[in-house]
Protein backbone atom coordinates (compact mmCIF):
# COMPACT_ATOMS: atom_id res chain seq x y z
CA UNK A 1 0.00 0.00 0.00
CA UNK A 2 1.50 3.23 -0.70
CA UNK A 3 0.55 5.30 2.12
CA UNK A 4 1.04 8.82 2.13
CA UNK A 5 0.66 11.75 4.45
CA UNK A 6 -2.07 14.78 3.08
CA UNK A 7 -0.82 18.34 2.61
CA UNK A 8 -2.85 20.91 0.76
CA UNK A 9 -5.67 18.38 -0.74
CA UNK A 10 -2.83 16.27 -2.54
CA UNK A 11 -1.49 12.74 -0.88
CA UNK A 12 2.84 12.47 -1.05
CA UNK A 13 4.50 8.94 -1.04
CA UNK A 14 7.59 7.60 -1.19
CA UNK A 15 7.89 4.85 -2.79
CA UNK A 16 10.62 2.17 -4.55
CA UNK A 17 10.58 -0.75 -6.97
CA UNK A 18 12.83 -2.51 -9.59
CA UNK A 19 13.23 0.23 -11.41
CA UNK A 20 13.32 3.19 -8.74
CA UNK A 21 15.69 1.79 -6.26
CA UNK A 22 16.48 4.56 -4.83
CA UNK A 23 12.94 5.42 -4.64
CA UNK A 24 10.26 8.56 -5.63
CA UNK A 25 8.91 11.29 -3.54
CA UNK A 26 5.54 11.46 -5.52
CA UNK A 27 1.85 13.08 -5.03
CA UNK A 28 -1.20 12.58 -6.24
CA UNK A 29 -4.32 14.61 -5.53
CA UNK A 30 -7.06 12.95 -2.61
CA UNK A 31 -9.98 12.03 -5.35
CA UNK A 32 -6.88 10.51 -7.80
CA UNK A 33 -5.25 8.47 -4.75
CA UNK A 34 -8.85 6.79 -3.53
CA UNK A 35 -8.89 5.57 -6.63
CA UNK A 36 -7.12 2.33 -8.15
CA UNK A 37 -4.77 3.84 -10.86
CA UNK A 38 -3.84 7.05 -8.92
CA UNK A 39 -2.10 9.92 -11.41
CA UNK A 40 1.32 10.82 -9.37
CA UNK A 41 3.29 13.57 -9.90
CA UNK A 42 7.21 12.97 -9.47
CA UNK A 43 8.28 15.57 -7.14
CA UNK A 44 11.86 14.17 -6.58
CA UNK A 45 13.32 10.97 -7.96
CA UNK A 46 16.07 10.20 -5.71
CA UNK A 47 18.01 7.88 -8.66
CA UNK A 48 17.72 10.94 -10.99
CA UNK A 49 19.78 13.08 -8.09
CA UNK A 50 22.08 10.30 -7.36
CA UNK A 51 23.03 10.02 -10.96
CA UNK A 52 23.43 13.88 -11.41
CA UNK A 53 25.67 14.56 -8.13
CA UNK A 54 27.50 11.41 -8.67
CA UNK A 55 26.70 10.53 -4.57
CA UNK A 56 24.91 7.48 -2.77
CA UNK A 57 22.48 9.13 -1.79
CA UNK A 58 19.16 7.48 0.55
CA UNK A 59 16.17 9.33 1.40
CA UNK A 60 15.95 9.35 5.01
CA UNK A 61 12.64 11.31 5.76
CA UNK A 62 10.99 15.22 5.17
CA UNK A 63 9.91 18.33 7.47
CA UNK A 64 7.51 20.88 5.42
CA UNK A 65 6.51 24.16 6.59
CA UNK A 66 3.75 26.33 4.94
CA UNK A 67 3.26 29.82 7.04
CA UNK A 68 -0.83 30.09 7.47
CA UNK A 69 -0.01 33.55 5.32
CA UNK A 70 -0.23 31.03 2.21
CA UNK A 71 3.31 31.67 1.00
CA UNK A 72 4.93 28.10 -0.26
CA UNK A 73 5.66 25.35 1.46
CA UNK A 74 9.35 24.97 2.06
CA UNK A 75 10.76 21.18 3.38
CA UNK A 76 13.94 19.88 4.58
CA UNK A 77 14.95 16.88 2.98
CA UNK A 78 17.28 14.15 4.75
CA UNK A 79 19.53 12.81 2.54
CA UNK A 80 22.24 9.80 4.41
CA UNK A 81 24.91 8.87 2.14
CA UNK A 82 25.01 4.81 2.05
CA UNK A 83 21.91 4.70 4.15
CA UNK A 84 24.01 5.68 7.53
CA UNK A 85 22.26 7.15 10.30
CA UNK A 86 24.05 10.39 9.61
CA UNK A 87 22.45 12.65 6.69
CA UNK A 88 22.60 16.01 5.52
CA UNK A 89 19.62 18.02 5.26
CA UNK A 90 18.88 20.18 2.22
CA UNK A 91 16.13 22.69 1.20
CA UNK A 92 13.53 22.38 -1.07
CA UNK A 93 10.69 24.41 -2.67
CA UNK A 94 7.77 21.88 -2.79
CA UNK A 95 5.87 24.00 -5.32
CA UNK A 96 8.50 24.91 -7.44
CA UNK A 97 9.96 20.93 -6.99
CA UNK A 98 13.33 22.59 -6.96
CA UNK A 99 16.07 23.10 -4.48
CA UNK A 100 15.88 26.21 -2.83
CA UNK A 101 19.23 28.28 -4.06
CA UNK A 102 21.14 29.19 -1.24
CA UNK A 103 18.81 27.94 1.35
CA UNK A 104 19.36 26.08 4.10
CA UNK A 105 21.52 23.13 4.15
CA UNK A 106 23.33 21.37 7.20
CA UNK A 107 26.74 18.96 7.07
CA UNK A 108 26.61 15.39 7.30
CA UNK A 109 25.89 14.29 11.03
CA UNK A 110 23.64 12.68 13.34
CA UNK A 111 20.88 15.75 13.71
CA UNK A 112 17.71 17.36 13.59
CA UNK A 113 15.61 20.19 12.44
CA UNK A 114 12.50 21.33 12.90
CA UNK A 115 10.98 24.86 11.09
CA UNK A 116 10.36 27.79 13.68
CA UNK A 117 9.12 29.99 10.88
CA UNK A 118 9.89 30.54 6.79
CA UNK A 119 13.30 31.87 7.78
CA UNK A 120 14.18 29.85 10.97
CA UNK A 121 15.15 26.55 11.95
CA UNK A 122 16.01 24.47 15.17
CA UNK A 123 18.90 22.61 14.49
CA UNK A 124 20.96 19.89 16.63
CA UNK A 125 23.57 18.07 15.35
CA UNK A 126 27.53 17.52 15.91
CA UNK A 127 28.43 21.37 15.65
CA UNK A 128 32.51 20.84 15.83
CA UNK A 129 32.40 18.31 12.92
CA UNK A 130 34.81 16.17 15.58
CA UNK A 131 31.89 14.47 18.06
CA UNK A 132 32.60 17.07 20.93
CA UNK A 133 29.02 18.50 21.10
CA UNK A 134 27.88 14.98 20.85
CA UNK A 135 26.54 13.10 24.02
CA UNK A 136 28.07 9.64 25.21
CA UNK A 137 25.49 7.42 22.79
CA UNK A 138 26.61 9.57 20.03
CA UNK A 139 23.57 12.29 19.40
CA UNK A 140 23.28 16.02 19.44
CA UNK A 141 23.78 17.90 22.79
CA UNK A 142 22.84 21.06 22.00
CA UNK A 143 20.08 23.11 20.06
CA UNK A 144 20.17 26.47 18.23
CA UNK A 145 18.29 28.57 16.18
CA UNK A 146 19.63 28.97 13.26
CA UNK A 147 18.36 32.03 10.66
CA UNK A 148 18.47 32.30 6.91
CA UNK A 149 21.35 34.20 5.27
CA UNK A 150 23.55 33.32 7.79
CA UNK A 151 26.21 30.49 8.72
CA UNK A 152 24.99 27.53 10.29
CA UNK A 153 28.27 28.03 12.68
CA UNK A 154 26.36 31.50 13.98
CA UNK A 155 23.32 29.83 15.03
CA UNK A 156 21.99 30.83 18.38
CA UNK A 157 22.15 28.54 21.21
CA UNK A 158 19.04 27.82 23.28
CA UNK A 159 19.37 24.78 25.14
CA UNK A 160 22.45 22.69 26.06
CA UNK A 161 22.40 18.75 27.87
CA UNK A 162 24.80 16.89 29.33
CA UNK A 163 27.22 13.84 27.96
CA UNK A 164 25.77 11.97 29.64
CA UNK A 165 21.97 12.50 28.20
CA UNK A 166 20.86 10.21 25.52
CA UNK A 167 20.77 13.33 22.75
CA UNK A 168 18.93 16.40 22.79
CA UNK A 169 16.11 17.51 19.95
CA UNK A 170 14.52 20.10 18.63
CA UNK A 171 10.30 20.40 18.41
CA UNK A 172 7.60 22.65 17.37
CA UNK A 173 4.23 22.87 18.23
CA UNK A 174 2.07 24.16 15.43
CA UNK A 175 -1.47 26.01 16.73
CA UNK A 176 -4.69 26.91 14.87
CA UNK A 177 -4.22 30.19 14.72
CA UNK A 178 -0.95 29.48 13.31
CA UNK A 179 1.54 30.01 15.82
CA UNK A 180 4.58 27.61 16.17
CA UNK A 181 5.91 27.38 20.01
CA UNK A 182 9.61 26.40 19.60
CA UNK A 183 11.08 23.70 21.76
CA UNK A 184 13.63 21.53 22.85
CA UNK A 185 13.34 17.89 23.98
CA UNK A 186 16.52 16.57 26.26
CA UNK A 187 16.24 12.92 26.33
CA UNK A 188 18.05 12.23 30.05
CA UNK A 189 17.52 8.31 29.56
CA UNK A 190 15.63 6.32 27.19
CA UNK A 191 12.80 6.75 28.40
CA UNK A 192 13.09 10.15 31.03
CA UNK A 193 12.84 13.41 29.32
CA UNK A 194 12.92 17.20 30.10
CA UNK A 195 11.10 19.19 27.73
CA UNK A 196 11.52 23.12 27.19
CA UNK A 197 9.64 26.01 24.99
CA UNK A 198 11.52 29.29 24.28
CA UNK A 199 10.11 31.81 25.94
CA UNK A 200 10.63 35.58 25.79
CA UNK A 201 14.54 36.83 25.13
CA UNK A 202 15.08 32.96 24.41
CA UNK A 203 15.05 32.07 28.15
CA UNK A 204 13.86 27.78 28.04
CA UNK A 205 10.76 27.27 30.03
CA UNK A 206 10.60 24.01 31.18
CA UNK A 207 7.21 22.21 30.85
CA UNK A 208 5.77 21.22 34.15
CA UNK A 209 5.47 17.74 33.04
CA UNK A 210 6.66 14.69 34.66
CA UNK A 211 9.98 13.06 33.32
CA UNK A 212 8.43 9.85 32.33
CA UNK A 213 5.72 11.76 30.12
CA UNK A 214 4.83 13.00 26.42
CA UNK A 215 3.94 15.88 25.63
CA UNK A 216 1.25 15.98 22.39
CA UNK A 217 -0.84 18.62 20.31
CA UNK A 218 -2.71 21.20 20.92
CA UNK A 219 -6.17 20.26 20.66
CA UNK A 220 -8.26 23.44 21.53
CA UNK A 221 -6.18 24.90 23.63
CA UNK A 222 -5.15 22.13 25.48
CA UNK A 223 -1.87 20.40 25.58
CA UNK A 224 -2.14 16.45 25.42
CA UNK A 225 -0.03 14.79 27.60
CA UNK A 226 0.85 10.97 27.86
CA UNK A 227 2.07 9.66 30.68
CA UNK A 228 4.57 6.71 31.99
CA UNK A 229 4.60 7.22 35.39
CA UNK A 230 1.87 8.47 38.59
CA UNK A 231 1.36 11.96 38.53
CA UNK A 232 0.51 14.30 41.42
CA UNK A 233 0.35 17.52 39.87
CA UNK A 234 2.08 20.11 42.44
CA UNK A 235 -0.63 22.07 44.68
CA UNK A 236 -3.62 20.42 42.84
CA UNK A 237 -5.60 17.34 44.44
CA UNK A 238 -6.02 15.29 41.46
CA UNK A 239 -3.70 12.03 41.54
CA UNK A 240 -3.21 10.37 38.25
CA UNK A 241 -1.94 6.74 36.96
CA UNK A 242 1.09 5.89 34.98
CA UNK A 243 -1.02 5.34 31.01
CA UNK A 244 -3.32 8.06 31.50
CA UNK A 245 -3.81 11.06 29.18
CA UNK A 246 -4.38 13.94 30.82
CA UNK A 247 -3.84 17.70 29.71
CA UNK A 248 -3.89 21.43 30.47
CA UNK A 249 -4.44 24.89 29.03
CA UNK A 250 -1.14 25.80 27.09
CA UNK A 251 -1.74 29.79 26.92
CA UNK A 252 -2.64 29.79 30.99
CA UNK A 253 0.87 27.69 31.68
CA UNK A 254 2.86 30.62 29.19
CA UNK A 255 1.21 33.56 30.11
CA UNK A 256 1.98 33.40 34.48
CA UNK A 257 4.15 30.43 34.56
CA UNK A 258 1.90 28.53 36.85
CA UNK A 259 0.73 24.46 35.76
CA UNK A 260 -2.73 24.83 35.11
CA UNK A 261 -5.61 22.82 36.47
CA UNK A 262 -4.95 19.05 34.90
CA UNK A 263 -7.41 16.92 33.36
CA UNK A 264 -8.36 13.32 32.86
CA UNK A 265 -8.10 13.31 28.80
CA UNK A 266 -8.59 9.09 29.10
CA UNK A 267 -7.93 6.39 31.40
CA UNK A 268 -7.30 2.36 30.39
CA UNK A 269 -8.45 -0.17 31.79
CA UNK A 270 -6.40 -2.77 33.37
CA UNK A 271 -6.19 -4.58 29.78
CA UNK A 272 -5.70 -1.37 27.39
CA UNK A 273 -2.87 0.95 27.17
CA UNK A 274 -2.66 4.54 25.27
CA UNK A 275 -1.04 3.93 22.02
CA UNK A 276 -1.05 7.23 20.10
CA UNK A 277 -3.12 10.92 20.16
CA UNK A 278 -3.24 13.33 17.08
CA UNK A 279 -5.19 16.24 16.22
CA UNK A 280 -7.27 15.34 12.89
CA UNK A 281 -9.17 17.81 11.08
CA UNK A 282 -11.56 19.38 14.06
CA UNK A 283 -11.44 16.67 15.97
CA UNK A 284 -8.66 14.19 17.75
CA UNK A 285 -8.09 10.86 17.79
CA UNK A 286 -7.23 8.34 19.83
CA UNK A 287 -5.40 4.77 19.15
CA UNK A 288 -5.24 2.40 21.89
CA UNK A 289 -5.06 -1.72 22.44
CA UNK A 290 -7.99 -3.49 24.03
CA UNK A 291 -6.97 -6.70 25.19
CA UNK A 292 -3.93 -6.53 22.76
CA UNK A 293 -6.66 -5.65 19.78
CA UNK A 294 -6.28 -2.24 18.47
CA UNK A 295 -9.46 0.22 18.81
CA UNK A 296 -9.24 4.20 17.38
CA UNK A 297 -11.52 6.63 19.27
CA UNK A 298 -12.55 9.93 18.49
CA UNK A 299 -12.27 12.67 21.43
CA UNK A 300 -14.00 15.40 21.91
CA UNK A 301 -13.88 18.22 24.87
CA UNK A 302 -17.54 18.61 26.25
CA UNK A 303 -18.71 20.89 28.79
CA UNK A 304 -18.94 17.61 30.99
CA UNK A 305 -15.45 16.68 30.12
CA UNK A 306 -13.11 14.76 27.52
CA UNK A 307 -15.41 12.00 25.98
CA UNK A 308 -14.94 9.46 23.56
CA UNK A 309 -15.94 7.43 21.30
CA UNK A 310 -14.69 4.27 18.84
CA UNK A 311 -14.53 4.55 15.36
CA UNK A 312 -16.20 1.17 13.58
CA UNK A 313 -13.17 -1.05 12.07
CA UNK A 314 -13.10 -4.04 10.26
CA UNK A 315 -12.47 -6.23 13.05
CA UNK A 316 -10.64 -7.67 16.21
CA UNK A 317 -7.08 -7.28 14.83
CA UNK A 318 -4.51 -4.39 14.54
CA UNK A 319 -5.22 -0.70 14.26
CA UNK A 320 -3.44 2.75 14.42
CA UNK A 321 -3.16 5.76 13.01
CA UNK A 322 -1.01 6.09 9.46
CA UNK A 323 -1.56 10.14 9.06
CA UNK A 324 -3.48 12.62 11.13
CA UNK A 325 -3.22 16.27 10.92
CA UNK A 326 -4.77 19.42 12.06
CA UNK A 327 -4.90 20.84 8.76
CA UNK A 328 -6.12 17.83 7.10
CA UNK A 329 -10.18 17.32 7.63
CA UNK A 330 -9.14 13.48 6.20
CA UNK A 331 -7.22 10.77 8.54
CA UNK A 332 -5.83 7.65 7.17
CA UNK A 333 -6.18 4.33 9.52
CA UNK A 334 -4.13 1.15 8.71
CA UNK A 335 -5.75 -2.09 9.91
CA UNK A 336 -4.71 -5.64 9.66
CA UNK A 337 -5.28 -9.08 11.64
CA UNK A 338 -3.34 -12.15 11.43
CA UNK A 339 -5.88 -13.31 8.68
CA UNK A 340 -6.96 -9.88 7.11
CA UNK A 341 -4.48 -8.32 4.59
CA UNK A 342 -3.31 -5.08 5.04
CA UNK A 343 -5.61 -2.24 4.66
CA UNK A 344 -5.57 1.68 4.23
CA UNK A 345 -8.58 3.40 5.58
CA UNK A 346 -10.18 7.27 5.28
CA UNK A 347 -11.50 8.65 8.44
CA UNK A 348 -13.24 11.83 7.22
CA UNK A 349 -13.71 13.95 10.44
CA UNK A 350 -16.28 15.80 9.31
CA UNK A 351 -18.83 13.09 8.28
CA UNK A 352 -17.48 11.04 11.05
CA UNK A 353 -17.44 7.82 8.40
CA UNK A 354 -14.81 5.34 7.71
CA UNK A 355 -13.95 3.69 4.39
CA UNK A 356 -11.49 1.75 2.94
CA UNK A 357 -9.24 2.90 0.25
CA UNK A 358 -6.93 0.82 -0.49
CA UNK A 359 -6.17 -3.71 0.65
CA UNK A 360 -3.40 -5.51 -0.19
CA UNK A 361 -4.36 -9.12 -1.71
CA UNK A 362 -4.56 -12.10 0.18
CA UNK A 363 -1.05 -13.98 0.16
CA UNK A 364 -1.98 -17.48 1.10
CA UNK A 365 -5.49 -19.52 2.08
CA UNK A 366 -7.48 -18.52 5.04
CA UNK A 367 -9.68 -20.62 4.86
CA UNK A 368 -9.73 -23.16 7.45
CA UNK A 369 -7.35 -21.25 9.63
CA UNK A 370 -8.60 -19.56 12.93
CA UNK A 371 -7.20 -17.42 15.70
CA UNK A 372 -7.70 -18.07 19.50
CA UNK A 373 -6.35 -16.27 22.14
CA UNK A 374 -5.54 -17.78 25.54
CA UNK A 375 -3.62 -16.45 28.80
CA UNK A 376 -0.93 -18.85 31.04
CA UNK A 377 -0.11 -17.88 34.36
CA UNK A 378 3.56 -16.90 35.03
CA UNK A 379 5.60 -18.07 38.14
CA UNK A 380 4.29 -14.47 40.02
CA UNK A 381 0.73 -15.30 39.21
CA UNK A 382 0.81 -13.01 36.32
CA UNK A 383 -1.74 -13.80 33.54
CA UNK A 384 0.32 -13.40 30.29
CA UNK A 385 -2.08 -13.57 27.18
CA UNK A 386 -1.14 -14.98 23.74
CA UNK A 387 -2.80 -15.51 20.09
CA UNK A 388 -2.43 -18.85 18.33
CA UNK A 389 -3.20 -19.52 14.86
CA UNK A 390 -3.75 -22.52 13.17
CA UNK A 391 -6.12 -24.82 11.41
CA UNK A 392 -9.18 -25.21 13.43
CA UNK A 393 -9.04 -29.14 12.92
CA UNK A 394 -5.58 -29.69 14.77
CA UNK A 395 -5.01 -32.78 17.34
CA UNK A 396 -4.48 -32.05 20.77
CA UNK A 397 -2.07 -34.65 20.97
CA UNK A 398 1.23 -32.41 21.16
CA UNK A 399 1.94 -33.47 17.41
CA UNK A 400 1.51 -29.89 15.63
CA UNK A 401 4.20 -28.18 14.52
CA UNK A 402 3.95 -24.89 16.66
CA UNK A 403 6.12 -21.60 16.42
CA UNK A 404 6.80 -19.30 19.38
CA UNK A 405 7.19 -15.60 18.87
CA UNK A 406 8.26 -12.82 21.35
CA UNK A 407 10.30 -9.71 21.92
CA UNK A 408 9.49 -8.42 25.74
CA UNK A 409 11.08 -4.83 25.93
CA UNK A 410 11.03 -1.11 25.56
CA UNK A 411 7.41 -0.69 25.75
CA UNK A 412 7.08 -1.64 22.49
CA UNK A 413 3.60 -4.03 21.67
CA UNK A 414 3.04 -7.43 19.69
CA UNK A 415 -0.12 -6.76 17.84
CA UNK A 416 -2.09 -9.16 15.33
CA UNK A 417 0.05 -8.63 11.90
CA UNK A 418 -0.81 -10.41 8.52
CA UNK A 419 2.40 -12.39 7.55
CA UNK A 420 2.59 -13.83 4.03
CA UNK A 421 5.75 -15.72 5.26
CA UNK A 422 4.12 -16.99 8.02
CA UNK A 423 0.90 -18.08 6.08
CA UNK A 424 1.88 -19.55 3.07
CA UNK A 425 5.28 -21.56 4.29
CA UNK A 426 3.77 -21.86 8.19
CA UNK A 427 0.13 -22.17 8.45
CA UNK A 428 -0.66 -23.81 4.77
CA UNK A 429 1.23 -26.62 5.93
CA UNK A 430 -0.46 -27.04 8.79
CA UNK A 431 1.69 -25.37 11.76
CA UNK A 432 0.64 -23.64 14.50
CA UNK A 433 2.00 -19.76 15.00
CA UNK A 434 2.05 -17.96 18.73
CA UNK A 435 2.58 -14.64 19.46
CA UNK A 436 3.12 -14.11 23.04
CA UNK A 437 2.39 -10.57 24.50
CA UNK A 438 5.07 -10.83 27.77
CA UNK A 439 5.70 -8.26 30.06
CA UNK A 440 8.67 -5.63 28.49
CA UNK A 441 6.09 -4.84 26.03
CA UNK A 442 3.27 -2.23 26.11
CA UNK A 443 0.05 -3.87 25.48
CA UNK A 444 -1.14 -3.23 28.49
CA UNK A 445 0.44 0.51 29.65
CA UNK A 446 3.92 1.40 31.24
CA UNK A 447 3.59 -0.62 33.93
CA UNK A 448 3.75 -3.94 31.84
CA UNK A 449 6.67 -2.65 30.40
CA UNK A 450 8.26 -1.85 33.70
CA UNK A 451 7.64 -4.44 35.63
CA UNK A 452 10.28 -6.08 33.98
CA UNK A 453 13.14 -3.50 33.90
CA UNK A 454 16.89 -4.01 35.23
CA UNK A 455 16.91 -6.55 38.06
CA UNK A 456 13.76 -7.22 36.91
CA UNK A 457 13.88 -9.19 33.80
CA UNK A 458 13.70 -12.43 34.85
CA UNK A 459 10.16 -12.16 34.85
CA UNK A 460 9.65 -11.53 31.14
CA UNK A 461 11.77 -14.57 30.94
CA UNK A 462 9.39 -16.36 33.32
CA UNK A 463 6.28 -15.03 31.33
CA UNK A 464 8.01 -16.91 28.12
CA UNK A 465 7.82 -20.20 29.68
CA UNK A 466 4.79 -20.30 30.94
CA UNK A 467 3.33 -19.82 27.33
CA UNK A 468 5.18 -22.36 26.22
CA UNK A 469 4.22 -24.75 28.71
CA UNK A 470 0.50 -23.67 28.21
CA UNK A 471 0.78 -24.52 24.64
CA UNK A 472 2.11 -27.95 25.81
CA UNK A 473 0.00 -28.38 28.59
CA UNK A 474 -3.25 -27.46 26.35
CA UNK A 475 -2.01 -30.81 23.78
CA UNK A 476 -1.41 -28.33 21.10
CA UNK A 477 2.28 -29.24 21.43
CA UNK A 478 5.04 -30.51 23.03
CA UNK A 479 9.10 -29.87 23.20
CA UNK A 480 9.69 -32.07 20.69
CA UNK A 481 7.64 -30.00 18.02
CA UNK A 482 8.31 -25.95 19.58
CA UNK A 483 10.34 -24.08 17.99
CA UNK A 484 11.05 -20.14 19.07
CA UNK A 485 12.03 -17.11 17.26
CA UNK A 486 13.31 -13.35 18.23
CA UNK A 487 15.43 -10.91 17.28
CA UNK A 488 17.58 -7.85 18.98
CA UNK A 489 15.79 -7.69 22.18
CA UNK A 490 13.91 -10.99 21.64
CA UNK A 491 17.57 -12.45 20.43
CA UNK A 492 18.80 -11.85 24.01
CA UNK A 493 15.30 -13.66 24.80
CA UNK A 494 16.28 -16.32 23.04
CA UNK A 495 20.00 -16.78 24.05
CA UNK A 496 18.29 -17.11 27.57
CA UNK A 497 15.36 -19.48 26.83
CA UNK A 498 18.20 -21.65 25.32
CA UNK A 499 20.69 -21.43 28.29
CA UNK A 500 17.63 -21.52 30.95
CA UNK A 501 15.16 -24.37 29.52
CA UNK A 502 16.78 -26.23 26.82
CA UNK A 503 14.43 -28.45 27.55
CA UNK A 504 11.23 -27.09 26.22
CA UNK A 505 12.20 -26.52 22.94
CA UNK A 506 13.99 -28.38 19.55
CA UNK A 507 14.46 -25.33 17.48
CA UNK A 508 15.36 -21.83 18.71
CA UNK A 509 16.18 -19.20 16.21
CA UNK A 510 18.13 -16.19 17.32
CA UNK A 511 18.10 -12.89 14.90
CA UNK A 512 20.37 -10.37 15.29
CA UNK A 513 20.84 -11.02 18.95
CA UNK A 514 21.83 -8.32 21.92
CA UNK A 515 24.04 -10.55 23.82
CA UNK A 516 27.05 -9.53 25.23
CA UNK A 517 25.63 -8.11 28.05
CA UNK A 518 28.42 -7.10 30.04
CA UNK A 519 29.81 -4.49 27.13
CA UNK A 520 26.74 -3.71 25.18
CA UNK A 521 26.55 -0.39 26.79
CA UNK A 522 30.13 0.96 25.38
CA UNK A 523 28.83 -0.03 21.91
CA UNK A 524 28.04 4.04 21.23
CA UNK A 525 23.68 3.57 21.11
CA UNK A 526 23.88 0.90 23.53
CA UNK A 527 24.75 3.99 26.09
CA UNK A 528 21.00 4.67 25.47
CA UNK A 529 19.49 1.14 26.82
CA UNK A 530 20.86 1.73 30.41
CA UNK A 531 17.43 2.27 31.51
CA UNK A 532 15.89 -0.58 30.29
CA UNK A 533 18.56 -3.34 31.27
CA UNK A 534 20.70 -1.61 34.20
CA UNK A 535 24.14 -0.74 33.53
CA UNK A 536 27.22 -3.70 34.11
CA UNK A 537 29.18 -0.97 35.84
CA UNK A 538 26.99 -0.29 38.92
CA UNK A 539 27.92 -3.70 40.52
CA UNK A 540 24.25 -4.91 41.99
CA UNK A 541 22.88 -4.22 38.42
CA UNK A 542 26.07 -6.41 36.94
Known sequence: IPYGTIRDGLVYNFWQDETHVRGLWRRATLESYSGDEPAWETVIDFDALAAEEEANWVFKGVDCFKPEDGAKTLCMVALSDGGKDAVIQREFDLETKTWVEGGFETFEAKQGVAWADANTLLVGTDWGGDGSTLTESGYPSIVKRWTRGTPLEEAKPLVAGEKTDVGVWPFTIERVDGRVHQGVVEADTFFTSSYYLIGADDVPVKLPVPPRSSPGDVYKGQLLVSLQQDWEPEGQDTAFKSGDVVSFDLDLFLTNGALPSVDLVFRPTARQSFERVSTAGDTALIAINDNVVG?????????????????????????????????????????????????????????????????????????????????????????????????????????????????????????????????????????????????????????????????????????????????????????????????????????VMLTQRPDLWRAVVVQVPLLEMLRYHLLLAGASWVDEYGSPDVPEER
Request: glycine share 14%; no cysteine; charged share 15%.
Open 295 to 495: KILRLERTEDGWQTTPLDLPGAGQASLAFADRKAATAFLNYEGFLTPDSLLAYNTEAGTVSTLKSVPAKFEAEGLTVQQFEAISADGTKVPYFIVHRADIPLDGTTPTLLYGYGGFQISLTPSYSPVTGKLWLEQGGAYVLANIRGGGEFGPDWHQAGLKGNRQRIYDDFIAVAENLISQGITSPEHLGIMGGSNGGLLMG
